[in-house]
């Protein structure tokens, strides 16, 4: 089992919907995450951290950790043309000093 | 600030040369990491450093040096280029100021192809 997965897309959502990315990871005792923006060519963005459970907003970006289930979130609401791009999952392993990132998923809106 | 800078943005290398990849930052971080990026493979990292004077190995330092030259300066050596490291170089930071807060911040990276 990869330490964390992602499902790699891509997912299409139409212009001003709202798009739902996904994370599992397997390190129970984890306890901060991340979320990466990528855009074709360029270098990994930081968007999102959280470290507690519940939900966590920025402006239209929304991210959901739930430790019991091991799984976290991001929804970006009223998706626009310009959130197009690759978003990739962090994990910090408890104790370690460094991030395990997932394969990231592909988005496209669709204007 | 200029955050993380990276040179060279591009380089193309004969199997067997040797080459330098320089990464700085000015964020007066104390962490730092090389990442390399495949398609298909994600994000793996080859090296880091907790904070200045140690370095450890990461997921893929097979074929890789780094050197911590000071809090601003990491970088990452091919002694002799093999066209398995034909990739996309990242390098990032991150003040770690706890163990579990490790934001990092990326350098706009080097592609780097072997030939």
């Known amino acids: 089992?990869?330490?964390?997965?992602?499902?790699?897309?891509?997912?299409?959502?139409?212009?001003?919907?709202?798009?739902?990315?996904?994370c599992t990871y397997s390190d129970r005792v984890s306890?901060?995450?991340?979320?990466?923006?990528?855009y074709s060519g360029k270098s990994p963005e930081l968007i999102m951290s959280i470290y507690s459970n519940?939900?966590?907003?920025?402006?239209?970006?929304?991210?959901?950790?739930n430790k019991a289930s091991q799984y976290v979130s991001l929804l970006i609401r009223d998706s626009q043309p310009s959130d197009s791009a690759t978003y990739l999952c962090a994990v910090n392993l408890q104790g370690a000093q460094k991030l395990v990132f997932g394969q990231g998923t592909r988005l496209t809106i669709n204007p | 600030?200029?955050?993380?800078?990276?040179?060279?943005?591009?380089?193309?290398?004969?199997?067997?040369?040797?080459?330098?990849?320089q990464c700085a930052q000015d964020m007066n971080h104390n962490s730092m990491y090389w990442y390399r990026q495949d398609p298909g493979m994600g994000l793996r990292l080859i090296y880091y450093s907790a904070s200045?004077?140690?370095?450890?190995?990461?997921?893929?330092?097979?074929?890789?040096?780094?050197?911590?030259?000071?809090?601003?300066?990491?970088?990452?050596?091919?002694e002799s280029a093999a066209p398995s490291q034909t990739s996309v170089y990242f390098?990032?930071?991150?003040?770690?100021?706890?163990?579990d807060y490790n934001e990092q911040f990326f350098g706009p990276g080097t592609r780097l192809t072997v030939l």
């Open chain 1, 1 to 22: 089992q990869k330490e964390v997965e992602q499902n790699s897309g891509p997912l299409s959502v139409p212009e001003g919907a709202i798009a739902s990315l996904n």
């Open chain 1, 31 to 38: 306890q901060s995450f991340f979320w990466y923006r990528q």
């Open chain 1, 54 to 65: 519940g939900d966590k907003e920025d402006g239209r970006f929304t991210a959901q950790l």
């Open chain 2, 1 to 21: 600030n200029a955050g993380v800078t990276q040179t060279p943005k591009f380089q193309v290398l004969k199997t067997g040369q040797s080459m330098t990849l």
């Open chain 2, 52 to 78: 200045e004077g140690t370095t450890d190995k990461g997921e893929v330092p097979n074929g890789y040096n780094v050197s911590r030259l000071n809090k601003r300066e990491f970088s990452l050596r091919l």
């Open chain 2, 91 to 99: 390098c990032a930071s991150s003040a770690l100021r706890s163990l």
